[in-house]
């Protein structure tokens, strides 16, 4: 073995064995989470009486995705399969506990995404989510959650914080409350007041808004970015 090989070698021993290791410890959160998701999702379905018109459904969409529809909202929990460092001004890189281990910087990262119901069961290919939350677990356990409102705040001490499936729960019901709060707004008359001939014909029975939380609805001009 010459001595590149050899230097090759020790780096795999040390960072991609610490990778992997982050990967399984992320892994293993996240299938936690997605019980725990559908627990939530059970309980909000036996809450639910006769006279309450909102449905509540869960979904795994393989290994890395699992989802939970709640009245006209979805929200999504991804994943990522990689594992990240971060950018040496970044907030982990102030704290003690990385400064003391350096490898303690490096994450597993699970988002949040908020969507409407109606852009999958209506196959709006153009309506947009919102990233409401991301998750960071490194080897230890430890982490942090970069996110709108309590999501942001509530979860920052790094180098104490260890992901529960208490705390998972906890972010889990603040997603699916800051979800339920954040409400879908209509767009400005002039935004919206006109219609082309071909937007109209791309219709076909079907909206031609694309439609988020923030943007409201606009018409789209689909064969435009069908070409973009």
Known sequence: MNENVKKISAVLKGKGNLKQHVYGVTLDRFEKMKDIIGNIASDLLDDKSDEDLYNVEYKEDGRFEARIKFAGDVLIFNMHSNIFGFENEAYVHQTNYVKEDT???FCGMIEIYNFLADSFKYSRVYDVGYLIARIFINKDGHFFVEGEE??????????NMILTDEIIAMIIEN?????IDFDLWVPKYEQVKQLSVGQKIQQQGNTSHLTGKRVGFEFTNLHKKLDE
């Open 103 to 105: 490898s303690r910087q």
């Open 150 to 159: 309590q999501l942001g705040f509530l979860y920052k001490d790094f180098g």
């Open 175 to 179: 997603a699916i409350m800051y979800s």
